[in-house]
Structures are given as structure tokens and as C-alpha cells.
């Protein structure tokens, strides 16, 4: 999937539906729905078993492309609190990714 649509699908996912900020699994669900990718009738199963089939995206190319759009527009970040928890949660797996 081309970079660009993603992030202009993501940033207009963040921009109307402020839950998705907050809660990656909203904006994966999300984005996949936009794309037509998936719909209500599928199991998470199904959908897991059918990714490249379907042609989607990955979660961490969601993420990553949310990271950076929250970046450039700080009007669509988190909550303080989510935002604080994101932080510490980064933390914790650059210390884990060092040996501790």
C-alpha cells in the first residue's frame, strides 16, 4: 500500500473519530474499513488469516504512520494520559531491547 493514502486515511480517521487517537486497535479496525478492506461480517480471524489476501496494511505501518501524523499535528495526539502511557510503554522496550 502506498505511504501516502495511508497517512492521509489515518489522518482523516483521527481527525473525525477522536476514540481512534486514544486506541490503535479502533484506528487499525478503522483504517481497514475505510480501505474496504474489511467488513462487519468478518471474523478478527478470518481477517488475520486472510491479510495478504486482503492486502492489508500492518498494524505497525498503522502505528508508525499515526506516530508521525500526531507528530506533524499535535491537534490529533492523545490524551495527556495516553500520551504519558505511550511514553513509558516506549521506554520500557528500548530498556528491554538493550538486555536491561
Avoid at 473525525?16 to 483504517?31: E, G, M
Avoid at 480471524?45 to 506533524?72: A, D, N
Wanted: net charge positive; aromatic share 8%; with cysteine.
Amino acid at each position: 500500500m502506498k505511504i501516502k493514502l495511508l497517512e492521509s486515511t489515518v489522518k482523516d480517521i483521527l481527525t473525525k473519530d477522536p476514540s481512534a487517537r486514544s486506541d490503535d486497535f479502533i484506528l487499525v479496525t478503522s483504517v481497514y474499513q475505510k480501505l474496504g478492506k474489511i467488513n462487519d461480517t468478518q471474523t478478527f480471524y478470518c481477517v488475520m488469516l486472510g491479510h495478504k489476501q486482503l492486502g492489508l496494511p500492518s498494524f505497525e505501518s498503522i502505528t508508525r504512520v499515526r506516530r508521525k501524523v500526531q507528530e506533524k499535528h499535535s491537534e490529533l495526539r492523545a490524551n495527556k494520559q495516553i500520551q504519558n502511557r505511550r511514553e513509558e510503554q516506549e521506554q520500557m522496550f528500548f530498556e528491554y531491547g538493550i538486555g536491561e
